[in-house]
T-cell receptor, first 112, second 114 residues
Framework: SQQGEEDPQALSIQEGENATMNCSYKTSINNLQWYRQNSGRGLVHLILIRSNEREKHSGRLRVTLDTSKKSSSLLITASRAADTASYFCATVLNQAGTALIFGKGTTLSVSS | EPEVTQTPSHQVTQMGQEVILRCVPISNHLYFYWYRQILGQKVEFLVSFYNNEISEKSEIFDDQFSVERPDGSNFTLKIRSTKLEDSAMYFC????????????FGEGSWLTVV
């Protein structure tokens, strides 16, 4: 399966701290994506990193990709209470397809 | 900003009844998806749809489920003979594939089977 698996399952931090979430996947990929889900809401795309990229930034987000280890990390810097959500990595189900498969996610709680 | 819209937001149905969940994907998108999320669990892929046919489906998407694009804007998921374990949030999503497979999700339809 191409499924990504995030770790830790849950993370609790204080506002202003950095949060790091990791994702591992099983087979080769063209890209890996990170999504966010607020409780009871739909998933929102955060960032896509291609297989030939090692690091990508978007605002307070930094994503790294290590294809040799089949792993990715999402770093949220200077976290805010509004960052409280579940974060998922996603890879495609099939190389020839478009459907994404999501991991179990990391639930991030940021307290003020 | 264009968005995927889903109706109803919440539906309660009796076990054994048929349910149709509706979605309006983003207008210029060509690939459509249904996902489901049982309470407290991960988001699970059900089916993808392109060019008026199913392009990929998961093991969950058995004969109980069907999808249809009845007109140029709607995309529906039909669940026949609902079971208690079908209770979940069902998400519709779409993409145009020019954005590297970035998929845009609706806010979901919460289905409760009683």
């Amino acid at each position: 399966s191409q499924q990504g698996e995030e770790d830790p399952q849950a993370l609790s931090i204080q506002e202003g701290e950095n949060a790091t979430m990791n994702c591992s996947y099983k087979t080769s990929i063209n890209n890996l994506q990170w999504y966010r889900q607020n409780s009871g809401r739909g998933l929102v795309h955060l960032i896509l990193i291609r297989s030939n990229e090692r690091e990508k930034h978007s605002g307070r987000l930094r994503v790294t990709l290590d294809t040799s280890k089949k792993s990715s990390s999402l770093l949220i810097t200077a976290s805010r209470a509004a960052d409280t959500a579940s974060y998922f990595c996603a890879t495609v189900l099939n190389q020839a397809g478009t459907a994404l498969i999501f991991g179990k996610g990391t639930t991030l709680s940021v307290s003020s | 900003e264009p968005e995927v819209t889903q109706t109803p937001s919440h539906q309660v149905t009796q076990m054994g009844q048929e349910v149709i969940l509706r979605c309006v994907p983003i207008s210029n998108h060509l690939y459509f998806y249904w996902y489901r999320q049982i309470l407290g669990q991960k988001v699970e892929f059900l089916v993808s749809f392109y060019n008026n046919e199913i392009s990929e489906k998961s093991e969950i998407f058995d004969d109980q489920f069907s999808v249809e694009r009845p007109d140029g804007s709607n995309f529906t998921l039909k669940i026949r003979s609902t079971k208690l374990e079908d209770s979940a949030m069902y998400f519709c999503a779409s993409t145009d594939t020019t954005s590297g497979n970035t998929i845009y999700f609706g806010e979901g339809s919460w289905l409760t089977v009683v």
